[in-house]
């Protein structure tokens, strides 16, 4: 389903090249659900934004859904985000124009799906924000905004969704609620998850568990979990 | 404070460095460049114009008089510092080998002129002068014909030509091309030889009881300074008696006035034009700039700065910015003013000086001014909500425009400085006050027509499937920000609109005014008996006339049997008909104009001049009589006429329906066109007909056309310009508007939306905004030329469907084309690194 060969992404500044990853490799089967951690800063949500196809890398490539991302035109990548990809920003990028079932209307109404409403309300409803539909971001908590953002990404029904730190902003009652949502999906539609989180209980639902360090990705085994949570 | 201050240049030096102000700054260096070079020219040709005039007049000030003016007149001239220059004008006979010619004489001061060009043609050139030289006399192309002169290398150098005047004799010095100061003696029934008032005693041709014109001319030393003359002048107008008369300007020729008058009103509508133009610009932007500081203003506010602070370091900002950004505008203006200057050459180069400081200010203080209160306008509401609320609200300055229209005081504090600047900077309280209503009210009223408009098309896009979907949420979600740019685009265009309109109808009237063969010399005093003879030598020698009208003199006695002391308001007793003979004329064709219904038998009915039966307070039916010789004639006015003053055709006040007046002693006054080289006519013309007088206003004529030219070129550079100006205008608010947009089409990207569907969503956004902005501007231009035609121009209207078509063309031009442009720079980068990029 994900693969990433040789995955590398560095910046040119004036003064230095940053490298932000260096030569990641991964493979993600169909259905499989991945959790990513690491410091802040170390490239997380980078990584994220070139595995979604919003970035591209500096070299190596990555393959999504059968389509190698570096072959694809933009076009074709906008045509597989549009049916494919879910994607959850860490700063939510809500459109600040448009409330909040707008807001989750907006993929469904660019696949030109036709009852767009009543879905959005549905999505809208299994967040709990139902009462909201009708608010501008501007109105809405941190929290709320980044729920409305969840309700977004799965509004596409994606066959893999990116989520950066889905729950992030929740409080422990909400969080539970969003990746009781999130496994849900992955149950019940197959849904691939690429989940960055800082969350160990999330990263440990998880069947995959990566940890990024300083640009390096690292799969980490059963055993050096039990080890970093020191049982 | 100071503190505060350090920190606020601080946060300048690096908005301005990070180019987040760059923006702002491009759109307020266009708008005060726009506004100073415009302004610059607007100045020049306002000199040039005057310049003009002067050369007509030969001074600023012109005092005419028909005996020498008392010496006191003169030292209060010289105790203010006056240039001062002296004429005498009388007939005399010229002698040039023993053939007699009646001339008009000019004895002119060393200083003569104090403006305009003496021109005069010695040994095939023509130089720019002051007064002969002691001992010469300069003859105009009639006396050079006449006695058969010239002035080639050779002649000169042979034989020495000498003109007997008086018992003194001249050396024929020159041929007169051009003397400043014909208008001062339009009604020369003689030829004009020019010599110097040194050598006027020893012609002894001036004796006790000779008929001489004294005038004296006076101009300001400084070039700036008019406030000394007004003075002058008005201490000299209580002086005054019968015989004298002052002139400035070109006050007496109703046709050059009616032109420049015109021409001035043009250059203030540009002025107010532009100055809107960049108040535009300058809101649009501020706006924006607004509603970005406020987020960074609401942190600063949680990190413990009061509110004072942060009011006082954006103030100090903006300042710095508006000053910075105003002056290099101005300098941007000034240059491009001077290359312009240069380009044009002779066109705007008759004035002495080159820099204006009303540009200067006006931008300055403009700039400033509206960068403040529409800036301010969006950061006091920081003063509203509590630290936490602004954190809240922080994402509002990404909103869309359309959120704001917010602190209502600053706004309409900025339009009333706005409309002061205007009337301030025009000098033309009626005309700005007039297009400002008129401009407010149809926006108003235009604008709640575009909202309509917009909801129809969505509505009946929707319905029969004329636009995607996606198109038609996007425009539905974005009513406001579509009406708000349908609102500015279609105001930049319709003002755009408008001056084109108004440029076009003056360059045409002035075309038609004088047309090739325009009549340039009068003839009066055409006995009735001489009438067919004087006809048939005109058709012999292929002259061409309008045909012969009679001229019968009178003095309006009585207006409804009432003296007309009596009868007219108090403020018309000093009119000029009053006091001297009108000419009266006969015709039966009093068709045309306002026509009353009865026609008395008893009465002759007369046909009469607007302005002067405005000016009497003479109406339709009201009795007039009219003194003739030494008889009483009455008519009652049937027809009240405009006259087109400045057409160069015999105009008459008064007409009368034939009848009663041709019994009285007529007389007949006719007008022809002659070309330079046929001047020798008049000659033969005079020797045929010895009792006419032939006025020649050719060189008055000839001055006329050159400042029409010269004024329609200009006006056509300042019009160019708007347009330029207008254009830039155009796409720094298209740009300013498409900023927030462009944020949430980064997201959209993202979501999957392709680059074709999002660019066939702003196409269509594009094709409605620019569909509606120039359906608005064409609306809001025709209504508003409507007006002005109407009410400043004095024009007639009609409808400009060529513009409207023209309109549209340019209107999908360029918001789609520039807007497309504009918004691509989305599509380049990678749909994460253009929404990292929008959301700054
Ligand atoms: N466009 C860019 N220019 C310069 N540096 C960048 C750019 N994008 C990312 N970086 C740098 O790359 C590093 C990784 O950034 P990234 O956002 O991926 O971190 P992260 O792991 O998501 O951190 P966090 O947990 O705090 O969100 C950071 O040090 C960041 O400063
Ligand atoms: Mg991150």
New interface residues.
Partial sequence: MLYAQHLAKNIITPNARLDILRDVNFHLRAGETMAITGASGSGKSTLL?LLA????PSSGQVKIAGYSLSELD??AR??????K?G?V?Q?F??????NAL?NVM??L??K?QKNAQEQALDLLARVGLSQRSDHK??ELSGGEQQRVAIA?AFA?HPEILFADEPTGNLDQLSGETIIKLLFELNQEQGTTLVLVTHDQLLAQACQRHFYLDQGVLNELSADDLTNSLGC | MWRIFRLAIKFFKRELYNGELSLFMLSLVIATGSLSCIGFLIERIDGSMNHHANQLNGAQLVLKSSSEVPALWLEKAQQLKLKQAKMLVFPSMLVVNDEFKLAQIKAVSANFPLQGELQVKKQDSVQITKAPPEGEIWLDKRLVLFFKLSFNQQSASTKKQWVELGDAQFKAGGLLERVPGQSNSLFTIAPTALINLADLDKTATIQPGSRVDYIYFFSDNTSGDRQTLADYQQWLKAKLQTGQSLRTGVEDFKAVNASLKKAADYLSLAGVLTLLLSAIAIAISSHRYGQKQYKNNAIMLCLGFSEKNILFIETAKLMTLGLIGSFAGIVLGYLVYLVLLHVLGDALTRTESHFFLMPVLVSMISGVFLLLTISMANLVRIKKLSPMGLIRNELLSNTSISEVVNNKLFYLISAAGLIVISIWYSGNTQLTLTFYTVLLLSAVFFYFFAKLLLVQIIYYGRRFQLINRLSLLNLERHKQAVLLQVTSFSLIFSLIILIFLVRTELLDNWQKQFPEGTPNHFVINVQTYERVSFESYLEQHSIKTQGLYPMIRGRLTHINHLAVNQAVPKEARSHNALHRALNLSVSDSLAAGKKSPVQLPENTPISIEKSLAKALNISLEDSLTFRVGSQSIEGRVTQIRQVKWDSFQPNFYIIFSPGIIEKYPMTWIASFYLGQDDKHQLNQLMAQFPGITIIEVDEVLKEIQFIINKVSAAIEVIFIFIVIAGALILSASLSSTMASRMYENAIIRTLGASTKQLRRCLLVEFVVVALLSALIAVLLAEFSTYILYQQVFQMAYSLHPIVWGAMVCVSLIIICGLGMLLVNKIFTQSAHQSLIQQME
């Fill in positions: 934004s196809g919003l970035d591209t933009e076009e906008a045509l597989l985000r549009q049916n990809i994607f920003f700063s990028h809500l459109i600040p124009a448009l707008d907006l993929p109404e660019l030109g971001p501007v977004r596409g």
